[in-house]
């Protein structure tokens, strides 16, 4: 097989989202990221946001009118009883997952929860059973698992073209203003690196090697008493090891570097956003593959849609089982780290 057809086999590994069937969608939280979400879903689906729900009618009409035109306004409480509404988006601070996603589970609606899926493993049981009692569809909003550069790197890894992957090293560091109220610096909202964005290196390293036989975890907290910046080390039995390092307090570029036997694969640019990967064999070769689409949550948003209409209460690409053990190496990490958040 030459390279270009290599190529073609792995880019059908991510279908189009265009291709999935449509669904009606609720946001539940008119923040930052939920107009990221239903401007892909506008864009890039063929499903809409037909409602929102927000804690104030006047951000919630403004957000509509900017992101989903024609969309009803509520709310949570309304949101989730909006028959329209078929799946709902849950976009609020990580502290409040488990409550809005109970909320939405409790009114018969499917649910995609956005990452971390709850504050700890603890809370993440208690909506998956709920979910399960109600025979309703739950994932946790780990967008890049469904990208096209990821299921490419992964159709690569699965055909040996690197050999056996020993090591994955993952970054994922972002300098955010010092504000003791945003949800990234308040223990109250869950904050720190970790659930916000080292989640994206960790569950990337379990993606393509399981579940870790050792989590060790070290670094230092903000003022507030939240995870500033940290080293953490993976250990999967004799075989891998992976090594993450975030924060809340530098503009450090994202990257992954997956090691092989035979090779390795770099991603380029932003590694947890649509982008594109080299790859490097102990031969000399070196092959560069570009994927760059625009944002990239229409890929999960449209497994939510395809999942659902196959009756599926999980999807096989972040499975409930795979939400609970990223949890726990979550839990691991941060008691380590001594960030506990209140009422834990
Ligand atoms: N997938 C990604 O690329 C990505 C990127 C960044 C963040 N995220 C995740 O998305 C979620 C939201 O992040 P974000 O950056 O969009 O946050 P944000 O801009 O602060 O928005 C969060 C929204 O939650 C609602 N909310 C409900 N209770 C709240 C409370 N007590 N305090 C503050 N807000 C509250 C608010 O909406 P209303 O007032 O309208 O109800 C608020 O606008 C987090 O889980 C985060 O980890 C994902």
Not at 31 to 38: E, M
Not at 102 to 112: F, Q, S, T
Not at 171 to 193: C, H, K, M, W
Not at 224 to 234: M, P
Request: net charge negative; aromatic share 6%.
């Amino acid at each position: 097989m030459t390279y270009g057809e290599l190529m073609i086999s792995v880019l059908d590994a991510a279908p189009d989202p265009m291709s999935a069937p449509a669904i009606g969608w609720g946001v539940l939280g008119a923040g930052r990221i939920a107009g990221s979400f239903s401007d892909a879903v506008g864009t890039s689906t063929r499903s809409r946001v037909v409602a929102v729900g927000s804690r104030d009618a006047g951000r919630g009409r403004e957000f509509a009118d900017k992101h989903a035109p024609g969309a009803r306004v509520g709310s949570y409480e309304e949101l989730v009883a909006d028959p329209a509404v078929d799946a709902v988006y849950v976009a609020t601070p990580h502290s409040h997952h488990r409550d809005h996603a109970l909320l939405a589970v409790a009114a018969g609606k499917h649910v995609l929860v956005e990452k971390a899926f709850t504050r700890n493993a603890a809370e993440a049981v208690e909506v998956l059973n709920a979910a399960r009692r109600a025979g309703v569809f739950v994932m946790e909003a780990m967008k890049t698992r469904h990208l096209p550069h990821v299921a490419a790197i992964r159709a690569l890894v699965a055909r040996g073209e690197i050999g056996d992957v020993v090591s994955v090293t993952g970054n994922y560091q972002v300098a955010f203003p010092y504000d003791e109220t945003s949800r990234i610096f308040d223990p109250a909202l869950a904050g720190g690196a970790l659930l916000d964005i080292g989640v994206y290196p960790v569950a990337f390293a379990m993606d393509l090697l399981g579940v870790p036989d050792e989590v060790r975890a070290t670094g230092f907290l903000t003022r507030t008493g939240v995870d500033a910046q940290s080293a953490i080390a993976l250990r999967f039995g004799e075989r891998a090891v992976a090594s993450v390092t975030t924060s809340v307090q530098s503009p450090s570029p994202t990257s992954v570097t997956i090691g092989g036997t035979a090779g390795n694969i770099q991603i380029a640019g932003h590694a947890f956003a649509p982008t594109g990967f080299v790859v490097e064999w102990a031969d000399g070769g070196r092959k560069e593959f570009d994927g760059f689409v625009e944002d990239g949550k229409q890929y999960e948003a449209a497994e939510v849609a395809r999942c659902i209409a196959a009756g599926a209460v999980e999807s096989a690409r972040m499975s409930w089982q795979d939400t609970l053990d990223l949890m726990a190496v979550l839990d691991a990490a941060r008691g380590q780290l001594g960030v506990v958040y209140p009422g834990e």
